[in-house]
């Protein structure tokens, strides 16, 4: 996964002004920015979730959803913390972070 949304920010760069002249809030040009990189990337988490799943062979519906959801908060995630111009080192580190919280869960009969 990859984090377009500081991207998408810091390249606006000397053209600011325009995006700042444009009679649209700065509210719903955020919200453009997740929006779109939430459907850049959002098929490939899932793809790779269900292509992650039928290797490991998961079996239950509980299972399924939490294989499937994981990796969307992991994308909400980072859209949301490049959002806010965070480099790829404090990304890594609030990811890890939460894998570390979600490995103490025992969801269905997987362990995580």
Do not use: H
């Not at 053209?15 to 444009?22: G, I, N, R």
């Not at 779109?36 to 062979?57: D, E, I, R």
């Amino acid at each position: 996964m990859s984090c377009l949304t500081g991207c998408t920010i810091s390249l606006e760069g000397r053209t600011l002004w325009q995006l700042k002249s444009l009679p649209v809030s700065g509210r719903d040009v955020f919200a453009a920015k997740v929006l779109l990189n939430l459907l850049l990337c959002a098929p490939v988490s899932l793809a790779v979730g269900v292509l992650a799943g039928v290797a490991v062979g998961v079996s239950g519906a509980l299972d399924w959803l939490w294989l499937l959801l994981t990796p969307c908060a992991y994308l909400v995630l980072i859209v949301l913390v490049g959002l806010l111009g965070a480099n790829s080192i404090v990304v890594l580190i609030a990811c890890a972070l939460v894998g570390l919280a979600a490995s103490k869960l025992k969801i269905g009969g997987m362990k995580l």
